[in-house]
């Protein structure tokens, strides 16, 4: 009969497949003359024919209240219960656009939570426009990646209720689907790399180190540290050996001046004149200061 769901079809969450689509929009859909004419006797695949044909989503729309003809291909969904398979292909189908969504919406109220995630959520990536039948009978535009949206996080699209939908926290937590990576994070990683090597190629161009590389070149020739970096390191050496650092005690010769030593700040060499200099010099086998 019409009505009748098929006997092949198995109970969804605890009921008829028909019953996800409440009683008064059943029977809306059942007098309606496009069920009359175009879903009896219709099998999945004569359905893609009807789908392919169909150019608006929606739910009831006018007054009277009227069922749309995606309503309708819907409930006929419903009665026939599919094959996993068989709506899988109209989910992946990328041609056609309202089969696809025909698809998802009806994988969204038979579905497991771990399917209805898996295989929806890849859709987030389709941008294309398609046509809504609003209530009050106008038209809207929307996306199908706002149609999936709506499938995961509303309780209520086109005035059909929604089964619940476990948490994919939870899911993640069992080991019944892995993390989700956002397609949006791949492009962030993909312009990030291009960025980073465009940088690091525009400061090769102009002889700058990246830090590691300058980092690594000032410790292996000790070239003096940019200000405030190894603070805290040289003051502890410093105060641990009582000598001061080459870049501390370079002047313009070259020569590191002696006796600069200690927490003084080299003001006792400053106090010494050229000639007691010159004899400490030479008692440490350095040569004289020129005058």
Known sequence: MAQTTAAWATQVHGTNPQNLIE????????????????????????????????SFVGGMFGEPRKPTDFACLLLKLLQIAPEKDIVLEYIRNDEFKYLRVLGAFYLRLVGRAADVYRYLEP???????????????????????????????????????????????????TGQLPPRTSTMQEVFEGKKADMEAEILAQLREEGVYDFVDAKKKREKWKLPRRKGEGKDEGRQGRQGSGKRSRDEGDRE????????????????????SVDETNRLRASLGLPPLKQ
């Open 123 to 173: 859709l987030l990536a389709d941008y294309r426009r398609i046509r809504v039948r609003n209530p009050d009978g106008s038209f809207g535009l929307t996306h199908i990646d706002e149609m999936v949206d709506q499938l995961l996080t509303q309780e209520y699209v086109f005035n059909i209720a929604m089964p619940r939908l476990q948490a994919r926290s939870v899911l993640e937590g």
């Open 23 to 54: 009683y008064i929009m059943r029977q809306k859909i059942y007098d309606s003359l496009y069920w009359k004419q175009h879903c009896f006797g219709l099998s999945a695949e004569a359905l893609i024919d009807k789908a392919v044909e169909v």
């Open 253 to 272: 010769d070259g020569e590191m001046v002696p006796g600069g030593g200690g927490g003084g700040g080299g003001g006792a060499a400053d106090s010494m």
